[in-house]
């Protein structure tokens, strides 16, 4: 079974540019959770997604968003890049049922010059 | 606000030894997941703990619930090499995904 796949691995992006990054989830799993993650502030929650609807939302500006396709993949962008966007952006799905765990994709890692 | 603390944040060890790592949450929640991450990879689930007293074991890694005193541990028995990665723990809630993370506990196990 296929697991998470992420693209693209690397952007290089310029303040004040915006960029989407894609999530394929797991086959069978319709939840799609996005994760922001930096050395100084850990893995933060960013959005998560189930039946192309946003379930819950972290707290970030709403220069993030996301949306999710009819076949579960997800995509989130950033607008108007900022430096202290720059980080690994993870997406995780996992099966509908409340306690299955999240099953990651290898990321993507953004930086914002 | 969801919390979810570690104890200890960096952890060097000698192969053979054993460890504790403590992960302390904020909320009544009955679900903590733990994870590890190798540098440079993704995050890979090692168990997932539902109710008070639960306890999973995988090789030389055995984590523990105390719902009631909002503590997991992760036991490392005879700690070898191949276990050198950062281990998260994770609170999630009741009604959908949410995870709070916590900041990760850096294990590196000396030869």
């Known amino acids: 079974k296929a697991g998470v796949t992420q693209t693209p691995r690397y952007l290089i992006k310029t303040r004040g540019q915006q960029v989407t990054l894609s999530c394929s989830p797991i086959?069978?799993?319709?939840?799609v959770s996005w994760y922001q993650q930096t050395p100084g502030q850990g893995l933060q929650f960013l959005f998560e997604y189930f039946s192309e609807t946003q379930r819950n939302k972290g707290n970030f500006p709403g220069r993030f968003s996301g949306r999710q396709f009819s076949n579960s993949r997800s995509e989130m962008n950033v607008s108007t890049l900022e430096l202290g966007d720059s980080a690994l952006y993870l997406c995780a799905s996992s099966l509908v049922q409340g306690n299955s765990p999240l099953h990651f994709g290898n990321g993507t890692r953004l930086t914002v010059t | 606000e969801l919390k979810v603390e570690q104890n200890p944040l960096f952890l060097s060890m000698q192969e053979g030894k054993n460890y504790t790592i403590y992960c302390n949450y904020s909320t009544t929640s009955d679900r903590l997941y733990w994870y590890r991450q190798d540098p440079g990879k993704s995050l890979e689930s090692l168990f997932v703990l539902l109710s008070n007293g639960a306890v999973k074991q995988e090789g030389r890694l055995m984590a523990s619930l105390d719902t009631k005193a909002r503590l997991s541990t992760l036991h490392i028995t005879a700690a070898v090499h191949d276990l050198s990665a950062t281990y998260f723990c994770?609170?999630?809630?009741?009604?959908?995904?949410?995870?709070?993370f916590g900041p990760g506990t850096r294990l590196s196990v000396l030869p």
């Open positions: 086959s069978g799993h319709r939840s």
């Open positions: 994770a609170e999630g809630d009741n009604y959908g995904q949410n995870f709070v």
